[in-house]
């Protein structure tokens, strides 16, 4: 009973019978009536002609003709005279009495609808008065459909059990169509439970089971992406981690040179000091990224200026775009919002610092700040090496990093944007980037706003 196949089987079978009992309680009925009706106008018409051909026959004929039209007609069939006694006839018909003979004698007709204790099928007895010259006789019918009724239930019953029989075949082929395909789902997935991401269901279906694997392919599709990117965390976290490693390991395996000059032993400290703190950032990225990831990171609103928030942060930041001689285009009227300052100034500062890292020397980077009725849009716009077009939805992924033959002397680890999506998620906002390879990039940010 576990199996979902004998489930819906034996669901089927059982709605079947209960159905199939209903119809025969109703089909009952309605033969029994339809019986009742048909037997009185067969008993009438039949009287009548039978009283029509015994008032024209000779009375010594009366016996055979009454058997034969007895076994014609299924009845039973008893002729009387008007002292009440039998004259002849097939069988005598129950329920007759002398004060039912009386009463046809005198003319009178007599119908009655008798139920029976036993188990014969109820009939009409009826009572019909014959003349024959001066003399009255009573003819008395009772239709006798017991064998016939009975002949025509079991014909009925067969005929259901006929479509009982061929209906839970066909369900049992039916069901199995359908369960197969739930077999099917429940082997990929146990597949997929041990970690195969390459099984797909090839159902070329348009019903529920056929949308089920299609979604089915669809997460299969994404975990495989999940887990790719799973490992690219890895390799990439690997990577970043064992790259400063190396460099730190090896000079101060250097560092043990008695006789290292002055001047090349403090150059090799300040790699070493210059690694550990890349080492530091990146430890601090992945601890952030994680917290803000794990939707428990704290997040306190505030109304601030953000005009002045961002203003701080590129006046922090004088020394880098002063270096390469970056020309920057503030537009940054007063604009209050409510959000986490620390966590904006995050964004600000990421996004602000990667346009001065890709604008090369003399280059211009532009800062729109513009307050709308329910919102504020910050636009970010450098003249920076750009991205390629096939990589600009892959920027916002963990360790990602834009052609690393371009990226790589620049520094980073490929965190600072993803940090800035999920800080902007948690403010409600939406982060567009556009870019054209070799003439820059616009960053458009949609944050709500206070006012």
């Known amino acids: 009973m576990k199996s979902l196949y004998v489930r819906l089987v034996i669901t089927f079978i059982l709605a079947v019978l209960i159905g199939l009992m209903g119809a025969m309680i109703l089909t009952n009925r309605m033969f029994e009536q339809q019986m009742q009706d048909w037997m009185q106008q067969d008993t009438n018409s039949s009287a009548e002609h039978i009283t029509a051909m015994l008032s024209e026959a000779d009375p010594a004929r009366w016996g055979e003709m009454l058997r034969r039209f007895a076994e014609?007609?299924?009845?039973?069939?008893?002729?009387?005279?008007?002292?009440?006694?039998?004259?002849?006839?097939?069988?005598?018909?129950?329920?007759?009495?002398?004060?039912?003979?009386?009463?046809?004698?005198?003319?009178?007709?007599?119908?009655?609808?008798?139920?029976?204790?036993?188990?014969?099928?109820?009939?009409?007895?009826?009572?019909?008065?014959?003349?024959?010259?001066?003399?009255?006789?009573?003819?008395?019918?009772?239709?006798?459909?017991?064998?016939?009724?009975?002949?025509?239930?079991?014909?009925?019953?067969?005929?259901?059990?006929?479509?009982?029989?061929?209906?839970?075949?066909?369900?049992?082929?039916?069901?199995?169509?359908?369960?197969?395909?739930?077999?099917?789902?429940?082997?990929?997935?146990?597949?997929?439970?041990?970690?195969?991401?390459?099984?797909?269901?090839?159902?070329?279906?348009?019903?529920?089971?056929?949308?089920?694997?299609?979604?089915?392919?669809?997460?299969?599709?994404?975990l495989q992406q999940l887990e790719q990117m799973r490992q690219d965390f890895v390799s990439n976290v690997s990577h970043e981690i064992q790259t400063p490693l190396t460099s730190i390991i090896g000079f101060t395996k250097a560092l043990r040179t008695d006789s290292m000059p002055e001047a090349e032993r403090l150059y090799y400290l300040d790699i070493i000091q210059s690694e550990s703190e890349r080492l530091s950032r990146l430890s601090d990225n992945l601890l952030k990224l994680a917290s803000l990831t794990s939707e428990h990171h704290p997040f306190r609103k505030t109304a601030y200026r953000l005009d002045e928030q961002i203003r701080h942060i590129v006046v922090v930041c004088e020394p880098q775009w002063n270096a390469k001689q970056l020309q920057l285009d503030l537009e940054l009227p007063k604009t209050v919002i409510e959000g986490d300052t620390d966590l904006l100034s995050q964004v600000w500062v990421n996004l602000i610092g990667n346009s001065i890292k890709f604008t090369p020397d003399g280059g211009t980077i532009a800062i729109r700040l513009q307050a709308e009725v329910n919102r504020v849009i910050v636009t970010i716009q450098d003249t920076g090496i750009g991205i390629p077009a096939a990589e600009l939805s892959m920027i916002f992924h963990q360790f990602y990093k834009a052609d690393r033959s371009r990226t790589d002397k620049v520094g980073g680890s490929g965190l600072g944007l993803a940090i800035v999506k999920k800080i902007v998620d948690l403010h409600k906002g939406d982060l567009t980037v556009t870019s054209e390879e070799g003439k820059g990039t616009v960053c458009t940010i949609v944050l709500p706003s206070l006012l």
């Open 72 to 222: 014609m007609k299924s009845s039973y069939i008893s002729l009387y005279g008007a002292d009440g006694q039998r004259l002849s006839g097939s069988l005598i018909p129950p329920g007759v009495t002398q004060e039912n003979i009386a009463l046809v004698i005198a003319g009178g007709r007599y119908e009655v609808f008798v139920q029976h204790d036993n188990h014969e099928l109820p009939a009409w007895l009826m009572g019909y008065p014959m003349k024959q010259g001066d003399r009255t006789y009573a003819l008395f019918i009772q239709p006798n459909y017991l064998e016939i009724s009975n002949e025509i239930r079991r014909t009925i019953q067969i005929n259901l059990s006929v479509v009982l029989l061929i209906g839970g075949l066909v369900m049992a082929v039916a069901a199995r169509y359908l369960v197969n395909p739930l077999n099917q789902l429940t082997k990929a997935t146990r597949k997929l439970a041990k970690g195969n991401f390459d099984i797909r269901l090839n159902m070329k279906r348009n019903d529920e089971i056929g949308i089920l694997a299609q979604s089915f392919n669809e997460m299969t599709v994404e």
